[in-house]
């Protein structure tokens, strides 16, 4: 086992990371993501994150993007709210995420190993759906009379 797995931990000072930010000459808080707000965007990121040719959901992405930046950017103290967020530039929302994801140490490999995970439990779960059913049952026979 690792040294530092049994070294002791102490969590008096729980002072959030905050960068001071301006868009458009009004001043925000940009400050680590509690706890609530991780669970809050894996869980949107879990529901929302399809793949479509191997690749992942563009649209999924820049909502999950928004949403965290709109739980972690505060005016005053009050979070910024979410069509707030979405009303500005793209690339302005994209550094805000980035930088959000840094601070709080959810890093990119985290999120792929999460995917991979859902990946792999979705394939599961299509293989199981396809040896215990068979695939034609739901479609009508050309023989099948159908109303009219």
Avoid: H
């Avoid at 002791?8 to 000459?25: A, N, R, Y």
């Avoid at 706890?35 to 820049?62: C, H, P, W, Y």
């Avoid at 505060?74 to 707030?84: A, T």
């Amino acid at each position: 086992m690792k040294a530092e797995l049994l070294s002791p931990m102490d969590f008096d000072q729980l002072s959030m990371v905050e960068i001071p930010v301006t868009v458009k000459g009004k001043k925000y808080t940009l400050r680590e993501a509690t706890e609530n707000a991780t669970i809050k965007f894996r869980t949107f990121q879990f529901q929302n994150s399809k793949m479509v040719d191997g690749k992942l959901n563009a649209d999924a992405d820049k909502l999950i993007e928004s949403l965290m930046v709109s739980l972690c950017l505060y005016e005053g103290d009050n979070l910024v709210p979410l069509d707030v967020v979405r009303s500005w530039p793209a690339k302005v929302v994209k550094q805000l995420f980035d930088r959000v994801i840094a601070i709080s140490a959810l890093d990119e490999a985290d999120s792929e190993e999460a995917l991979e995970k859902q990946k792999a439990e979705t394939e599961k779960k299509l293989q199981a759906l396809r040896n215990g059913q068979d695939r034609g049952k739901n479609l009508p026979s050309a023989t099948t009379a159908t109303s009219a």
